[in-house]
């Protein structure tokens, strides 16, 4: 029986590690540690006003709690949000620069539990990966002359659409003339 309680706790363990690794990129500064405690079905509220790729990374330390981004508003929750993770593990959340700040984060305390403790670490991802489609680079040009060769009908779903609703008003016509 120990071996097995062991062997239970080892795995357990492992398993958190591989989707939680302990290490972080080296280009990643840490910019805060929130602690805290959330009730069950409760959110627990955060503002971020840092610039630039911010990486959240959430974990509870007891229960489940999960989190909720937006740039929209202050107060998300998982009906409005733009940015979500709600594993039943660790949790992680990647704010994209272009965010308008302040970005509201929304700590969420799972109805499985009556009450999650949770630790998010804040980082500042200081390398901004090159946009693909930014003006000039390879990508970009070679995408622009993908889309010249492309011609699209302007009208072609309307089309579908009008010719799909024409047959359907024409059996909804058969079936009224039959039951009346």
């Known amino acids: 029986p120990i071996c097995f309680l062991l062997a239970l706790h080892f795995s357990r363990e492992f398993i958190a590690k591989s989707r939680y690794p302990a290490s972080t990129p080296d280009d990643w500064i840490l910019l805060h540690v929130v602690q805290g405690h959330i009730g069950s079905g409760n959110y627990s509220y955060l503002r971020l006003n840092h610039d630039g790729r911010i990486v959240l990374r959430l974990r509870s330390l007891k229960g489940d709690a999960d989190i909720y981004v937006s740039d929209k508003t202050l107060r998300p929750s998982f009906d409005t ?39 998010m670490k804040v980082f500042y991802d200081q390398v901004v990966p090159e946009d693909p489609f930014h003006k000039g680079s390879y990508f970009s040009e070679e995408v622009n002359k993908q889309e010249k060769n492309i011609h699209v009908p302007e009208d072609g779903f309307q089309e579908e659409e009008s010719i799909l609703w024409t047959i359907l008003i024409g059996i909804l016509k058969i079936i009224l003339e039959i039951l009346f």
């Open 81 to 119: 949000y733009k940015l979500q993770s709600t594993t039943c593990g660790p949790d992680m959340v990647v704010v994209p620069m272009d965010f308008a700040r302040p970005v509201g984060i929304g700590i969420y305390g799972h109805p499985s539990h009556q009450e999650s403790e949770f630790e």
